[in-house]
């Protein structure tokens, strides 16, 4: 009777260890966010101080298609890279999008189609002043702080005024247009 009883006892309690396993495997796989979008990997975002947020580790590009992007009447300047998923967003500009903060680090809108990422690596970080593609929501991002390194990341270029995107604590709309 003493060994059907240590054999149920042990028993639970590896149904327990695995159950909890599971459970930490499944949270482990992914989160969401508010609009239930799978964000794969991405997690909230360091405190930023003057240490960690280097604006030029990765230095605006100068060559490349010049675009502009009209916010509240102000024109900030950004240039494309030479990438499939950057030739792509050229060819549907002009575009109007909203912007929404995310994570006190970017802004991000949905763009009206995917990018192609042919010949580009499946993730990257971005560093402030980086025009971004976040493959897996399928939106464009401008980036005002550094955001280390994920899965869907894809720089495809750059723009010039930091404060322009970042000082917006609520959605704006921009125009993004090739420049004249």
Do not use: W
Not at 79 to 92: E, N, P, V
Request: proline share 7%; glycine share 8%.
């Amino acid at each position: 009777m003493h060994d059907t009883k240590e054999l149920i006892l042990r028993s639970r309690l590896a149904a327990v260890v695995l159950v909890a396993a599971l459970a930490a495997v499944l949270a482990a796989c992914g989160i969401t966010d508010a609009t239930g979008t799978t964000l794969q990997g991405r997690t909230s975002p360091a405190p930023t101080t003057p240490e960690n947020d280097d604006t030029m580790a990765h230095p605006p590009s100068t060559s490349g298609t010049p675009i502009t992007i009209e916010i509240d009447g102000k024109t900030v300047t950004g240039t494309l890279s030479d990438s499939a998923a950057a030739r792509s967003l050229i060819h549907q500009l002009p575009l109007t999008l909203t912007f929404t903060d995310y994570g006190g680090q970017e802004k991000i809108a949905d763009l009206p189609a995917p990018l192609p990422l042919q010949g580009l690596p499946a993730g990257d970080d971005a560093d402030p002043l980086t025009i971004g593609y976040y493959a897996p929501g399928k939106a464009l991002v401008l980036y005002y702080r550094h955001v280390g390194y994920f899965n869907g990341i894809v720089r495809i270029g750059t723009f010039n005024d930091l404060a322009a995107i970042s000082e917006h604590d609520s959605d704006f709309t921009a125009r993004l247009n090739l420049a004249d």
